[in-house]
């Protein structure tokens, strides 16, 4: 379910941000294991949990979505595709992060190619794996947080649904009586310069 208020969004985000920096830390620890491959494949493992969970939290998960109304769902959906997320509301596989890992690609295969420098190449792997693993954690995390925020907006604007124009003209005339009438002053009763 997504966060009710902006307060507990904001405190989602923070917690999302915290899994984040974790999950970033253990990847760019199994960077430091000296056999070629061992990094990619435990990016991809913990991408595979990390963003369902992202999902989860802020109430985007694929079984979230299909779980509201039409309109709330129409609304998720439009918000998505706009902000071109591939992750929110989707089951995430492995060809997903496959190819969320390949739009940080340059700095994957820079951190490939430095693990072959001993050991400083291993220790800038290491940073390399931290910081696209945070890169595409924590955008994922913005972007859940901007559907969610529009989505709570809009709820709050139907719940202080403020009249429109023909709304207030309706209501002014069913309070005036229908046999009154407003009597032109004429000429005379003008107030005189």
């Not at 899994?19 to 620890?29: I, L, Q």
């Not at 079984?63 to 039409?70: L, R, S, Y």
Request: charged share 25%; with cysteine; aromatic share 4%.
């Amino acid at each position: 379910m997504i966060p009710a208020t902006l307060t507990e969004l904001e405190a989602v985000r923070n917690e999302c941000r915290s899994m984040v920096k974790s999950r970033a830390f253990a990847s760019g620890g199994t960077s430091l294991i000296p056999i070629p491959g061992t990094d990619v494949v435990a990016d991809v493992g913990i991408l595979m949990q990390l963003l369902p969970a992202i999902n989860e939290k802020f109430g985007l998960s694929q079984d979230d979505i299909e779980g509201m109304d039409a309109e709330t769902k129409a609304a998720v959906y439009g918000l998505i595709l706009s902000m071109g997320s591939a992750v929110i509301g989707k089951l995430v596989t492995r060809e997903l992060v496959i190819k969320l890992l390949q739009k940080v690609g340059v700095r994957m295969a820079a951190k490939q190619a430095t693990r072959f420098v001993p050991f400083a190449g291993q220790a800038l792997s290491a940073v390399l794996s931290f910081t696209a693993m945070r890169y595409v954690g924590n955008k994922h995390v913005e972007d859940c947080y901007e559907v969610a925020r529009k989505l709570i907006e809009d709820r709050r604007a139907k719940e202080t649904h403020l009249p429109d124009d023909s709304e207030i003209l309706g209501r002014i005339t069913e309070s005036v009586p229908i046999d009154s009438h407003v009597q032109d002053p004429g000429p005379d009763t003008l107030p005189k310069e």
